[in-house]
C-alpha cells in the first residue's frame, strides 16, 4: 500500500512471502521493489536466500550468485561465491566472475592463483592490468614451488611497470619482479 515501491519497505514483504512457501511471489515482489536508489546487492541477496531456501543453488546461482555475494575486493568475491556454491568447480566460478567484470580480467589474478589455477591466473594477468605488487608477490612466493609461475607472474609485473601501471617505480619494484641467479 506505499505509495512508493522502496527497497528499504518492500524487504519486509519478501520474508513472509516466501516463509509462507510462495517463493516465486515473493521473488517478483523483490524484484519489483528495484528503483533508483536501491541496493541491488541487498535485493540479489533476499532473492538468493529465497531461491536457496527452496532447494534451487543452481537457479541461485545463475540469476543472484555472483550479484549477492560482492565483497571488498576480488579475491573476498571469488572466496565469498565459492563457498557459497561448493557444487561450482572453482574455475567456473573464476570464467563467471571474468565475464561479469569486462576489462578487469587482471584483478581476478588473486583469486585465481588462490585458486591454484595457475595458467588462469598468468593469462588474466597479460590481458588488462594486473598490480605490479601482486604480480612481484607471486613471482617471490612461488619462486621454488612453481618457478615457470614465478617467471610469468614476474615478467607480467615488470610489463604493468614499463606500461606505467603502479605509483613511482622504485629499483626494488624491479628487482622484487625479476628472479633471483
Not at 528503483?35 to 527452496?54: F, K, M, R, T, Y
Not at 583469486?111 to 605488487?133: G, H, M, V, W, Y
Amino acid at each position: 500500500m506505499a505509495p512508493y515501491k522502496m527497497w528499504h519497505h518492500r524487504q519486509y514483504g519478501v520474508k513472509p512471502l516466501a516463509a509462507l512457501g510462495r517463493k516465486a511471489e515473493a521473488i517478483r515482489f523483490a524484484e519489483e521493489g528495484r528503483g533508483l536508489n536501491d541496493s541491488p546487492v541487498a535485493i540479489a541477496q533476499a532473492c538468493e536466500e529465497v531461491l536457496l531456501s527452496a532447494g534451487l543453488a543452481d537457479e541461485a546461482y545463475d540469476r543472484y550468485g555472483l550479484v549477492a555475494n560482492q565483497a571488498g575486493t576480488y579475491l573476498a568475491w571469488f572466496r565469498s561465491v565459492a563457498k557459497r556454491y561448493p557444487h561450482k568447480a572453482k574455475n567456473a566460478v573464476l570464467a563467471d566472475l571474468v565475464a561479469y567484470t569486462p576489462g578487469e580480467e587482471g584483478k581476478w589474478f588473486a583469486a585465481a592463483e588462490s585458486a591454484k589455477l595457475f595458467d588462469e591466473a598468468i593469462a588474466l594477468a597479460n590481458r588488462t592490468p594486473c598490480s605490479p605488487q601482486t604480480l612481484t608477490r607471486a613471482a617471490r612466493d612461488f619462486e621454488e614451488k612453481k618457478p615457470t609461475f614465478a617467471l610469468e607472474a614476474g615478467m607480467a609485473a615488470l610489463r604493468w611497470l614499463v606500461l606505467g601501471h603502479a605509483y613511482e617505480i622504485t629499483g626494488a619494484d624491479v628487482l622484487g619482479a625479476t628472479p633471483t641467479p
